[in-house]
């Protein structure tokens, strides 16, 4: 178990580009999830995979992010013409369900972007 | 709605004496779970305890204790014996599993900033 490792850490970008962050969950982990940090708040959902299939997206995701599991694997996050209010702290988290609900989400480290 | 709500935006305690930090939530589901985690300053989440609906006793883990009342929908997180390195942010969050979708997300407190006194 090396735990769910995310890509970058920090990323700085200027308003207006396109930024795309990684994510590798625990490898048997059929669930992955993308969350959106603000500072001093807690985590919001953005966005939640069972395997390749995107299942579910919140409404905080605009027409600007996309998400991405391909073959059920990584996952990728790409944020179109990013405004300062995408800076944020974006976190991946990843479960194995099979066994209930009692399953906690194992995180990533996240990934700090910060729009200038 | 708000689902989780942490009242204490911040929390001291010196250190080796027990707190209690406070989290209500609001559901109909009658099957969910409940879990804390702590993120220090380094970022990262970290999975501390689980108390489900149907869980006739309160959760335990190590010095992490959860005073689970259903009725009153409160899943208050106990740290005894209180550590300088306990000095984090602490969440709570709940996992519905019907008003979920099934999909097994968590949804989040904005969490209570303990620190620890030497």
């Known amino acids: 178990d090396t735990g769910v490792s995310q890509d970058p850490r920090h990323k700085i970008t200027k308003r207006g580009q396109n930024v795309t962050f990684r994510c590798d969950p625990i490898s048997e982990h059929n669930r992955l999830y993308w969350y959106r940090q603000t500072l001093g708040q807690g985590p919001e959902f953005l966005t939640y995979?069972?395997?390749?299939?995107?299942?579910?997206k919140s409404r905080l995701l605009s027409d600007r992010f996309s998400a991405e599991r391909p073959k059920g694997s990584f996952s990728t996050l790409e944020i179109q013409r990013t405004e300062q209010g995408d800076s944020a702290m974006y976190l991946c988290?990843?479960?194995?369900?099979?066994?209930?609900?009692?399953?906690?989400?194992?995180f990533g480290n996240g990934t700090r972007l910060t729009v200038t | 709605a708000q689902k989780i709500t942490q009242t204490q935006p911040g929390m001291f305690v010196q250190e080796k004496e027990a707190v209690t930090l406070d989290c209500t939530y609001d559901?109909?589901?009658?099957?969910?779970?409940l879990f804390w985690y702590k993120q220090p300053s380094s970022g990262e989440m970290i999975f501390l305890i689980y108390q489900g609906s149907y869980d006739e006793q309160n959760a335990t883990e190590g010095r992490y204790s959860l005073n689970f009342q259903k009725a009153r929908k409160s899943a208050n997180l106990v740290i005894s014996a209180s550590q300088l390195g306990d000095s984090a942010m602490y969440f709570c969050?709940?996992?519905?599993?019907?008003?979920?979708?099934?999909?097994?997300?968590?949804?989040f407190g904005q969490g209570t900033t303990l620190q620890v006194k030497p």
């Open positions: 969050a709940m996992r519905e599993l019907y008003g979920s979708g099934n999909t097994g997300k968590l949804i």
């Open positions: 995979f069972q395997n390749e299939a995107q299942l579910e």
């Open positions: 988290a990843s479960s194995l369900m099979d066994r209930g609900y009692n399953s906690p989400l194992h």
């Open positions: 559901t109909s589901d009658q099957s969910y779970g």
